[in-house]
Structure formats: C-alpha cells, structure tokens
C-alpha cells in the first residue's frame, strides 16, 4: 500500500490540473480510509520531506 501511494503521489505531479483534481479527490477518500484503519506508528518520526505520512503508520498485514 505505501509504495502504491507513493507512485500515486508522483503521478500527480505529472497530470494536467483538471485530471490532478479528480484523482486528488479520489486519493483523498483512499486516505482517509487507510488513517481510519491504522494506527500512528510509535517508533521514530518520519521526515514527510523524504515519503508521505503513510510511511509512518501501523496495519495488519
């Protein structure tokens, strides 16, 4: 799922402003689904500068 995330991240980077809106939202629903099932990770903080906070969360494998 992280690395999922991840290449959609950079992807957005790379649409037209209209298609980045709408995937933007979709990304939005998937995130806010994938902070709902999680949990914040304890250990050592992430640098959201070097990957994106899904990085930093706890699921079942």
């Keep these: 799922m992280e690395y999922a995330r991840e290449v959609l991240e950079e992807v957005m980077l790379h ?3 209209g298609a980045r809106h709408d995937l933007g939202r979709l990304i939005a629903r998937i995130d806010d689904e994938f902070e709902r099932r999680t949990l914040p990770d304890p ?3 992430i640098d959201w500068t070097e990957g994106g906070w899904w990085w930093s969360r706890i699921r079942e494998r």
């Design 15 to 17: 649409l037209p402003h």
């Design 43 to 45: 250990g050592p903080v």
